[in-house]
């Protein structure tokens, strides 16, 4: 099996909310929206924000408001670019969970919460390149 992720799919509690948070945030402008979901064509994959009761219908599940702890992260290619990206974030509706800072491991990063909860990595590795077209390569 290739070795790949196709879409990430986000509950939301208000779609019109989260498309705020998207649009005004990170600026990412939707391909596709219905009354239910706003697809985001990202690089190589895409994102899906989709109201959480049709989600919950969709995928036959029910009361998942809260899943197991993760994060999605969005590099930036400098450190000086982590701090304003989160502010941006904070200012389209979105909530400082860990302000920017250097963690033992290296690099620089902070989180921020969607109004959903759904919590982003705002980071800065120097150890990984990311190329014009945003794709980002793992280095140790």
Known sequence: ????ISVITLGVADLHRSRRFYM???GW??????AEIVFYQMNGLVLGTFDRAALERDMNRFGSGAGGAFSLAHNVPA???VEPVMEQLVAAGGCTLRP????PHGGYRGYVADPDGHAWEIAWNPAWAIDENGFVTFAA
């Open 1 to 4: 099996m290739q070795q790949q």
């Open 24 to 26: 005004h945030g990170f």
């Open 29 to 34: 402008t939707p391909v596709f929206e219905n």
């Open 79 to 81: 450190q000086t670019d």
């Open 100 to 103: 920017a800072d250097a963690p």
